[in-house]
């Protein structure tokens, strides 16, 4: 614990050598703690750099009034957390759409328009992920296939539909917030 306050009070004088070895340090676990919230590797790896890229940006700012090592752990946690409540709201605001568009009461023109501009971004972005990506999403979310069973069809691993799945909805999510943002 003391060798990590040198190592912080290194960081925040900008010696990269301290910031490179508390990286190699936590990175691992951090990574670790962090999918055992998400359960997404590279979501959870997303995390991780980012915490570590706003330490060393803002280095000069940061007030760490616990250790260290739960300075880490926490922000971990937090960001983990925020991930899980963002995909949540996306999932669940795109089940309001779907579930609003099979009403047979018409929606008010507005939430229509924001559907149709919402569903034509989301077919274009589908559209420009990589075949085998876009294949694994439409079989997953179009079709309902479980993981398991796309990982049989096409002869990969679970891991690797996981992966793919987590990057189209990265992509996904990232087209989505810079319209909404």
């Known amino acids: 614990m003391l060798n990590d306050i040198v190592e912080f009070k290194k960081i925040k004088e900008g010696d990269v050598k301290a910031f490179e070895r508390i990286f190699r340090q936590y990175y691992s676990p ?3 703690y962090a999918f055992s919230i998400t359960g997404q590797k590279e979501a959870a790896e997303e995390i991780v750099q980012d915490i570590f890229y706003i330490l060393w940006k803002d280095r000069g ?3 760490i009034l616990q250790s260290f090592h739960s300075y880490l752990y926490k922000s971990v946690r937090n960001r983990s957390l925020q991930y899980i409540e963002h ?8 089940e309001n759409v779907l579930m609003r568009r099979d009403m047979t009461v018409e929606p008010p023109p507005d939430e229509i328009l924001e559907y149709k501009e919402l569903e034509k971004i989301l077919v274009q972005t589908i559209r420009k992920l990589p075949e085998r990506r876009r294949q694994i999403f439409n079989m ?6 479980k ?5 049989d069809r096409l002869s990969i691993s679970v891991k690797t539909v996981e992966a793919e ?3 189209a909805y ?3 999510r990232k ?4 319209i909404y943002i």
């Open 30 to 32: 951090l990574n670790h």
């Open 61 to 63: 700012t940061i007030q």
């Open 87 to 94: 995909i949540h709201v996306v999932e669940q605001h795109a």
């Open 140 to 145: 997953h979310r179009m079709h309902g296939i």
């Open 147 to 151: 993981y398991r069973d796309i990982a």
């Open 165 to 167: 799945m987590t990057k």
């Open 170 to 172: 990265r992509t996904l």
């Open 175 to 178: 087209e989505v917030d810079h």
